[in-house]
């Protein structure tokens, strides 16, 4: 199986501040990498795919990069709503499988 | 707008089978080259695939489940559903049905998501 680490596991921050989230895959997957986010009891929801595509009604403020082994999700200028957890999930093979899980918080 | 909703006992008992239906509405399941997924979640914890069905009926099953997981797809009812035997405590989680487009493997819609119990 293909294991995937995301750091850091929480993260505070402010509305209005950047912040990076890093995810890096045991094995090459290329630019299978897909990112979603969770809101408290709420489903997940896909946020990025292919590493930096931008699922529709997603804003610009979110963007992804990354491939091979290591990828990052930035949101610029956090708003309120972003305050959420983000899981990055590979797409390369199965099973597929995903990271731990980024707590963004407020500070 | 394709919707996904899993339905089921919210309580099982050690050692007894857990079953779930996922209603897929706002599309045809036998439409497209689409695969059918279960993923679940321990409560607090993170998200793990369980498999995933097509609508012809072929499977794919994680290995850590594969002895004890059974999906199936009923296309006349346009409904996959869930198999899983000799549950334990450890499978008490939310169950989420989703789905992926072939060689398109995110995941996208998901279900609202049921917490199934496993508790004497």
């Known amino acids: 199986d293909i294991q995937m680490t995301q750091s850091p596991s929480s993260l505070s921050a402010s509305v209005g501040d950047r912040v990076t989230i890093t995810c890096r895959a045991s094995?090459?997957?290329?630019?299978?990498l897909n990112w979603h986010q969770q809101k408290p009891g709420k489903a997940p929801k896909l946020l990025i795919f292919d590493a930096s595509i931008l699922q529709s009604g997603v804003p610009s403020r979110f963007s992804g990069f990354g491939s091979g082994t290591d990828f990052t999700l930035t949101i610029t200028s956090l708003q309120p709503e972003d305050f959420a957890t983000y899981y990055c999930q590979q797409g390369n093979s199965a099973p597929f499988t995903f990271g731990q899980g980024t707590s963004l918080q407020i500070k | 707008q394709l919707q996904m909703q899993e339905s089921g006992p919210g309580l099982v008992k050690p050692s007894e089978t857990l079953f779930l239906t996922c209603t897929v509405s706002g599309g045809s399941i036998s439409s497209g080259s689409y695969y059918y997924d279960w993923i679940r979640q321990p409560p607090g914890k993170g998200l793990e695939w369980i498999g995933n069905v097509y609508y012809r009926g072929s499977t794919h099953y994680n290995p850590s489940l594969d002895s004890r997981v059974t999906l199936s797809v009923d296309t006349s009812k346009n409904q996959f559903s869930l198999k899983l035997t000799s549950v334990t405590a450890a499978d008490t989680a939310i169950y989420y049905c989703?789905?992926?487009?072939?060689?398109?493997?995110?995941?996208?819609?998901w279900g609202q998501g049921t917490l199934v119990t496993v508790s004497s």
């Open positions: 094995q090459s997957i290329g630019s299978s």
């Open positions: 989703a789905r992926h487009e072939a060689s398109r493997n995110w995941f996208d819609p």
